[in-house]
């Protein structure tokens, strides 16, 4: 599913992540290591916005050489996201589906089933930190996505919320086999997300433990 060819990055000459040559077949992974390993940084680079030396591909579309293609296979959602302040819930839901493709419907009931439909028209300027986060969340879920990166989605939501992110990623991952890599501080429950899988930065290296 997900294919390193010689990555590395690095910060002002500091190598940050090394990855050789590694396959990461489809399915539900844990990103775990400690602070200041790369976990976010890994995931960014996968998401094609932030620079780095080799290449990256999702099947046979490699971020370097098809970079349209590419992103519209990936979806990403920040551990702290942010907007613009002046746009509405409804406006960026509009921009990013045109970006990554219209499903009818789809949008009207991710808002509803994560219980932003109440605030979903006013200015983001007024969402709490914890609004943001659905809203990052329904983006990341929008269009037909490949793989969608979750940095810290645990963060912020309430449990209600948390249950329905657990389903969104069993159905996605079940129904159209959509591939997750999550990024988390906080324990992942793999009673409800099935098959969970652990990938451990370390020593700037990926370790699959499975």
């Given at each position: 599913?997900?294919?390193?060819?010689?990555?590395?990055?690095?910060?002002?000459?500091?190598l940050?992540?090394?990855?050789?040559?590694?396959?990461?077949?489809?399915?539900?992974?844990?990103?775990?290591?400690?602070?200041?390993?790369?976990?976010?940084?890994?995931?960014?680079?996968?998401?094609?916005?932030?620079?780095?030396?080799?290449?990256?591909?999702?099947?046979?579309?490699?971020?370097?050489?098809?970079?349209?293609?590419?992103?519209?296979?990936?979806?990403?959602?920040?551990?702290?996201?942010?907007?613009?302040?002046?746009?509405?819930?409804t406006?960026?839901?509009?921009?990013?589906?045109?970006?990554?493709?219209?499903?009818?419907g789809?949008?009207?009931?991710?808002?509803?089933?994560?219980?932003?439909?109440?605030?979903?028209?006013?200015?983001?300027?007024?969402?709490?930190?914890?609004?943001?986060?659905?809203?990052?969340?329904?983006?990341a879920?929008?269009?037909?996505?490949?793989?969608?990166?979750?940095?810290?989605?645990?963060?912020?939501?309430?449990?209600?919320?948390?249950?329905?992110?657990?389903?969104?990623?069993?159905?996605?991952?079940?129904?159209?086999?959509?591939?997750?890599?999550?990024?988390?501080?906080?324990?992942?429950?793999?009673?409800?997300?099935?098959?969970?899988?652990?990938?451990?930065i370390?020593?700037?290296?990926?370790?699959?433990?499975?």
């Amino acid at each position: 599913m997900l294919h390193f060819n010689q990555f590395e990055k690095s910060y002002f000459d500091h190598l940050v992540l090394k990855i050789d040559n590694i396959k990461i077949p489809e399915g539900i992974f844990w990103i775990k290591g400690n602070n200041g390993t790369g976990k976010s940084t890994l995931l960014k680079a996968i998401a094609g916005i932030l620079s780095f030396k080799g290449d990256i591909a999702i099947g046979t579309v490699y971020l370097k050489n098809h970079g349209v293609s590419y992103r519209k296979l990936v979806s990403f959602a920040a551990a702290e996201p942010v907007f613009p302040e002046f746009l509405s819930g409804t406006e960026m839901i509009s921009l990013f589906t045109k970006a990554k493709g219209l499903i009818p419907g789809q949008a009207e009931i991710l808002v509803n089933e994560i219980g932003m439909k109440a605030y979903i028209n006013n200015p983001l300027g007024s969402y709490s930190s914890g609004m943001l986060k659905k809203l990052s969340l329904v983006l990341a879920f929008l269009g037909q996505p490949k793989l969608i990166l979750l940095d810290e989605p645990l963060n912020t939501i309430d449990a209600e919320s948390l249950e329905v992110l657990y389903r969104w990623i069993n159905e996605k991952h079940a129904n159209e086999k959509i591939s997750f890599l999550l990024s988390s501080h906080q324990p992942l429950d793999g009673l409800k997300l099935p098959g969970l899988k652990q990938i451990i930065i370390e020593d700037k290296k990926l370790n699959l433990n499975f």
